[in-house]
């Protein structure tokens, strides 16, 4: 008799046991799956609101890496390189979001953005102007994009002496940036 009660108070105990804190190799904190890790999207975006934007676009392209190409992660990766500086990688990553699906408005603005800071005006204009239908003109960012290029584009005068390079890229969420002119 004490055997049997022994051996359910061991099995009791054994049931007790909290076995979802620990991994398959017994360390805790771990993710069991790549599909339980955190999302490099998720991670990507916190690091490029901090100006880490190095560390964002490793992050886009673990989720990637991960899960395979998404309008999301081409179009944010896009953005971690315009923030970077690097306009012909922005522009081509922010092309292949366009393709995957043409109806993304970030993509859309943020592809503009690269357009002017190339200075091809009527370029930008087009695609804020289709961000701007897609969006149905609830964004004020891009209507103030829309704006910019088009002052510039409706300006025949404008060359490198009245050149007013100072803009600013403002992040307003979900991979979309706002172009400021800043006096």
């Not at 309008?71 to 944010?76: E, G, P, R």
């Not at 209507?143 to 403002?170: H, S």
């Amino acid at each position: 008799m004490m055997k049997r009660i022994a051996m359910a108070a061991l099995i009791a105990l054994s049931a007790c046991q909290s076995s979802g804190d620990f991994s398959p190799d017994g360390l805790p904190g771990r993710a069991v799956s790549p599909s339980d890790d955190i999302d490099g999207l998720i991670v990507g975006h916190r690091l490029m609101e901090g100006g880490e934007y190095e560390l964002a676009l490793r992050a886009y392209y673990r989720s990637i890496a991960e899960r395979g190409p998404t309008v999301d992660a081409l179009s944010a990766i896009g953005s971690a390189n315009l923030r970077l500086g690097r306009l012909g990688q922005a522009e081509q990553m922010l092309n292949r979001a366009i393709e995957f699906d043409p109806e993304f408005v970030p993509a859309i603005n943020n592809l503009g953005v690269v357009m002017v800071e190339r200075h091809e005006w009527s370029q930008a204009a087009h695609l804020f102007r289709t961000a701007f239908a897609l969006d149905s003109g609830r964004s004020e960012e891009i209507r103030q994009n829309l704006r910019l290029a088009l002052a510039n584009l409706g300006n025949p005068g404008y060359d490198a002496e009245n050149n007013n390079d100072n803009f600013a890229l403002v992040r307003r969420g979900n991979g979309r940036f706002l172009l400021l002119a800043t006096p």
